[in-house]
């Protein structure tokens, strides 16, 4: 079972990393519509003026870097699930 949960996580990371990717080539390639304002986001939102500080700075990113970002995070969990990547936490009380 941890073998599917590793490949699961491993296709869906390289998919939003390929994605994320391909947003930002697609955007670099083409150019800017005419009426597209600055500030605004795809989705035809404004960005996040409110808030502290770190949910400022995440609605600041854009949506391809998103996307890579969270591709990453599934890719380390596949690893993670898969063993390629092993956490050993241990203590001891030190009574004799």
């Known amino acids: 079972m941890k073998d599917w949960i590793a490949g699961l996580l491993a296709v869906l ?7 994320g990717a391909t947003v930002t080539v697609v955007k670099t390639l083409t ?9 605004t986001d795809p989705l035809g939102g404004t960005a ?11 609605h600041r990113i854009n949506a391809a870097d998103r996307l890579i970002g969270w591709g990453v995070i599934l890719l380390a969990l596949g690893a993670v699930a ?15």
């Open 31 to 39: 150019p800017d519509p005419a009426g597209a304002a600055a500030g």
């Open 48 to 58: 996040a003026t409110n808030g502290n500080r770190f949910s400022r700075w995440l």
């Open 13 to 19: 990371g390289t998919l939003l990393v390929l994605a």
């Open 82 to 96: 898969a063993g390629a990547i092993e956490f050993n936490l241990g203590a001891s009380a030190g009574t004799r």
